[in-house]
């Protein structure tokens, strides 16, 4: 099965004021890096973005960050089918754009899974399905389900 990442958790690991959240995030990418996810070009650039404005991290520095990302997984872009179901999610009240669209990729790229704390846990759009993977203690018992099911 194939499954990707959000945004989000990506920030996290870089993010020092939540040491629970980022540990967790730090756990669950590992374990994700030894099968097949890929991860969206749509997060990459929400990745640099999001540490430079939201962290305040130095250009060199979201960008480095950026660019691990890049080295770590294989990626996958949107297409025009995948842009035309983001608007139509979006335009339904479904999801916002950029969820919808980095869902909407993620089915074409044949994606089952998403982790991301952004969007409402086992909300769906095509064969991809979503899991929030922070719990109170570390990872949520869906995730390591979910982690489990795939065998990492």
């Not at 305040?56 to 997984?73: D, H, I, M």
């Not at 294989?74 to 995948?82: A, E, I, L, Q």
């Not at 919808?100 to 998403?114: I, N, R, S």
Request: a negative charge; hydrophobic letters at 45%.
């Amino acid at each position: 099965m194939r499954v990707t990442i959000d945004t989000n958790i990506f920030v996290y690991m870089v993010d020092e004021r939540d040491p629970l959240k980022q540990a967790t995030a730090i756990e669950l990418v590992d374990r994700l890096r030894r099968g097949e996810c890929a991860v969206s070009l749509q997060t990459i650039g929400e990745l640099y973005a999001a540490l430079l404005r939201s962290l305040k991290r130095a250009p060199w520095e979201a960008a480095q960050a950026s660019r691990n990302v890049l080295a770590a997984f294989n990626c996958f872009g949107s297409s025009r089918v995948s842009v035309e179901r983001a608007l139509a999610e979006s335009m339904a009240g479904r999801f916002s754009y950029w969820d919808a669209h980095q869902l909407a990729a993620a089915h074409e790229a044949g994606c089952e899974l998403c982790f991301s704390e952004d969007m409402k846990d086992g909300a769906r759009l095509g064969d991809v399905e979503v899991v929030h993977p922070f719990g109170p203690s570390g990872l949520s018992d869906r995730a390591n389900d979910q982690l489990a099911k795939l065998g990492r």
